[in-house]
Each structure stands twice: as structure tokens, then as C-alpha cells.
């Protein structure tokens, strides 16, 4: 068996050219979708990842305005900055790029972002809708993973789902998500033992723990729809996933690779919830649960 390739750089371009016409459409109706990214420091891959998302907007009729912050900038300079972004109606979306730099506080500077413009999802509100099953904006990568799954055709509900990675960010929403579908949702972490013994039963194995060749194929079981969102840069240069992508792609029946796979589609969500935010600020569908994601209820849950 050769796995089929979920092609997420094929999805992502053609999500672009529809989110394209979409912000046109709602430049018609006088809203002009905004997005505002916040950078502070000068890390390398977060300017690299802050340029993609600008990159994004542009392609997608989004407009955008980058505010790249010194590293010292205290984290008062940074709330101020944020609450004149929430007060600021040409703006639909604000993204603080992470990681921070030590001296501020993640967690507050999140908590900070106005919920109806926290377009990463990370704020504790939309987070506590995402466990409900009522989210306004998916977090990203889970959200694009989300999509790839539905290109397979495969349907989520009653399948074996094992997350490797309990982030935050990638693995825990990942998982929600995954058991809102009413797939039986199974997450391992670094202190899994035998790591094995869990990936082997899934039917659909998502890897998201920055390790790469962290998933041979004796971990796969044979048919598997694999979706590697790891990103890892080897000391040559190259970029891989966790996946033994060559070896897995052989027993797999789906898999994504790594870069062209969830990488895009990352960034792609992002517009996707940006154009989320400007639609309720028209007034359509204002209210927790009523846009984005449409996730259906478990039941019983
Ligand atoms: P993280 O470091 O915050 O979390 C990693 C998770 O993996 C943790 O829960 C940890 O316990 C688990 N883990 C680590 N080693 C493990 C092991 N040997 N066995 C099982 N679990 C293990 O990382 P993150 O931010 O969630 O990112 C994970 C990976 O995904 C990274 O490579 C990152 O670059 C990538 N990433 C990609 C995208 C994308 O758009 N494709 C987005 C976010 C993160």
C-alpha cells in the first residue's frame, strides 16, 4: 500500500482564492476585514511565521498591520497596545505571535485580546467554547487539520483518533475537536509509556510533539490516516515532520507531508477565522457558537 497524499498546500490555495472573494464581498458591504499581528523580540521563526500571515492577508484581500515590538517592551507597553487594538473597529482579528519573551506574562497578554477578535483562539473564553462545542474561532492548526481530515472523506465519528503532542496550542483543542466529531480520542504526551502500544490502534493518528522520526512505521497501523503537523529543521537544513514520512507513507492510507501539508493550512484558518470576525461585526450571526467551526454536538455530552 502507498498512501495518498493530503495535499495542504493544494487546499490552502484554493481556501486563499475563496477567502479572496469573500473579503471582496464583504468590502462591498463596507466592511473591510482587519487583521493585526503583534511581534515583540526578534526571534527568527516567529518573524519568518508573522511574514507568512502578512503574505496571507495580502493574497486573501485581508488587510493587515504588523506592529514588531523590542524585545524590552514591558508587558504594560504590550496591553496598551492591545487595548487600542480592541478599541479599534477597522480591526477584526489581533494574533500576539508566540513565544513571548520571558518577562511577560503569556497567559495575561492572552487573556487581555478582546474575545470577539482573538482570532488564534487562545483566550480562555473561546477555549472553554471549544470544550463545549461552541467555539467562535478554532484555533488554527487543529482547524486546518480538521479540514484535511474532511478532503479524505473519511468520516471522524466512531474512529480510533490517538494525538501525540498535549499542547496547548496543536494537541489538547486538537483532541476536542476530535471527540466533538464523536471520534474515541486517545492523547499521549512525553511521559506516555510505551508509545507504541497507543499508536498502533489508531485509525487516525495525528503527530504534534516536535520530534522528529518519533513515528516508524511499526507504530502505524496498516490503512491509517496519518497527519504529521510536526516542524522540525535537521542540522542540514531540511525541514521534516515526526513522521518517518518515506517508511509510514507505505502502510498509511492517507498522510500529509511535511513541509506542504498542515503548515499552510495553519496560516489559511487564520484568514478563515479573520473573515469569521468581520462577518459577526456586520451583524451576521453575533453570538457564541453561531460562526466558524460548525461542531456538532455529542450525545449525551
Ligand atoms: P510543545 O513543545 O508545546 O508540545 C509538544 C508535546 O509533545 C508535549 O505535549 C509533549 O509532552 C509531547 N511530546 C514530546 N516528546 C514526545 C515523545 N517523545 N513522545 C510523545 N509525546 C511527546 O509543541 P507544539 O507547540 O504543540 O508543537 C509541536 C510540533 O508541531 C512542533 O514541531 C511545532 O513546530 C509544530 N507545529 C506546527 C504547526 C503547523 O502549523 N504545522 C503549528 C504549531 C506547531
Redesign the pocket.
Known sequence: MTAKIIDGKALSHKLRQDFKREADELRLRGINPGLAVILVGDNPASRVYVGNKVRACEECGVHSSSHVLPVDTSEAELLQLIAKLNADDTVHGILVQLPMPAHIDVRRVLEAIDVDKDVDGFHLYNVGALATGNTIFPPC?PYGVQLLLETTGIDVAGQNAVI????N???KPMALMLLQKEATVTV???K?RD?AQHTILADILIV????PG?IVPQMVRRGAVVID????RLPDGRIVG?VDFEGVKKKASWITPVPGG??PM?VTMLIKNTLSSAHRRGGEGAGIGSMGWDAPTVQGH
Do not use: E, P, Q, Y
Not at 504534534?208 to 520530534?211: F, L
Not at 503537523?229 to 522540525?232: A, E, K, L, P, R
Open positions: 492548526t501525540v503532542g498535549a499542547s496550542i496543536v494537541g499521549c504526551h512525553a506516555t508509545l504534534a510533539a516536535g520530534k518519533l503537523v510536526g516542524i522540525n515526526d498542515v503548515g495553519t
